[in-house]
């Protein structure tokens, strides 16, 4: 069996912030320094290393970052309050809430409470919406990262059948929803899908995002279909069952070092893209 093709995530970020780097450059020169504001509500260790590291990032980048934590029986109210501030606040052009919030907040309501046009994570109603039409500024971040691998190593879309495992809101759909937009033929499948491997096997695009680790076997790979791991599950453990399906697979991700880097990469271009539109 031929060995397939590894979809290296860090080759990927790289090329995005070589490309970055040099924008941040041309926006300080006109006195912008793009800022990125992440919200921590509560105390989750792996929420609070996901957002470290996306405040590492931003500065490697040159991208300012502030931290806005906030206690773990902060109310919905309280919430919304500081978004509207930074809503309001000229100087920040994104903010990311991490999810999840404490069970007490409304996250939807908080998530809308975003201003569009500093949604650079894609987590509102109406970016949501704007990317189902195709026209979103800032899609939800590891989708716009499985789409800028499938393109950074020209991997066809349309007229492919992709097959989605996951419809979450930041995940599942919204990539769906962007294969379908560059004319593939989507498949979303769910927890409730009947014969779920069955479909698999047709797929010749295959994007996992379930949440479990080693979910999609080996044997429900077509040969030849490309093969993107969404899943980041305890251990560094991916979706899907990474030897068993690179067999059959023509290209993978791995995990880690895939979707992961990409989709933080993302998050910094969508800021920078921000900041540049704030300033012209
Ligand atoms: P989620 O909100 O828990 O959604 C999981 C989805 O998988 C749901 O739609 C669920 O179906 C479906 N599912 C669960 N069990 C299933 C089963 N037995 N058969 C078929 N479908 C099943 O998770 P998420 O936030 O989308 O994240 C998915 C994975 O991606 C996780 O591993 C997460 O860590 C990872 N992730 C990675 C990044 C990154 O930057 N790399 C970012 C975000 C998420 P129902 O809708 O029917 O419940």
Excluded at 34 to 42: F, Y
Excluded at 60 to 70: A, N, P, V
Excluded at 229 to 247: R, T, W
Aim: charged letters at 25%; proline letters at 5%; hydrophobic letters at 40%.
């Amino acid at each position: 069996m031929k060995e397939p093709m590894i979809l290296d995530g860090q080759e990927v970020s790289k090329s995005i912030k070589e490309q970055l780097a040099l924008q941040v450059e041309t926006l300080k020169e006109k006195g912008v320094t793009p800022c990125l504001a992440t919200i921590l509500v509560g105390e989750d260790p792996a929420s609070a290393t996901y957002v470290r590291m996306k405040g590492n990032a931003c500065r490697r980048l040159g991208i300012e970052s502030k931290k806005i934590e906030l206690p773990i029986d902060t109310t919905t109210e309280q919430l919304l309050k500081t978004i509207r501030e930074l809503n309001e606040d000229k100087a920040i052009h994104g903010i990311l809430l991490q999810h999840p919030v404490p069970e007490q907040i409304d996250e939807r309501a908080a998530f809308d409470e975003i201003a569009i046009e500093k949604d650079v994570d894609g987590v509102t109603t109406l970016g949501f919406a704007q990317n189902a039409f195709g026209f979103a500024n800032y899609p939800s971040c590891t989708p716009a990262a499985i789409m800028a691998i499938l393109d950074h190593y020209d991997l066809p879309i349309e007229g492919k059948h992709a097959v989605v495992v996951g419809r979450s809101p930041i995940l599942g759909k919204p990539v769906s929803q962007m294969l379908l937009n560059r004319n593939a033929t989507v498949t979303t499948c769910h927890s409730r899908t009947s014969n779920l491997s069955e479909h698999v096997k047709q797929a010749d695009i295959v994007v996992a995002a379930v949440g479990k680790p080693e979910f999609i076997q080996g044997d429900w790979i077509k040969a030849g279909a490309v093969v993107l791991d969404a899943g980041y599950n305890k251990g560094n453990i991916g979706d899907c069952e990474y030897n068993g399906c690179a067999e059959r697979a023509s290209a993978i991700t791995p995990v880690p070092g895939g979707v992961g880097p990409v989709t933080i990469s993302m998050l910094l271009k969508h800021t920078v893209e921000s900041a540049e539109r704030s300033a012209q």
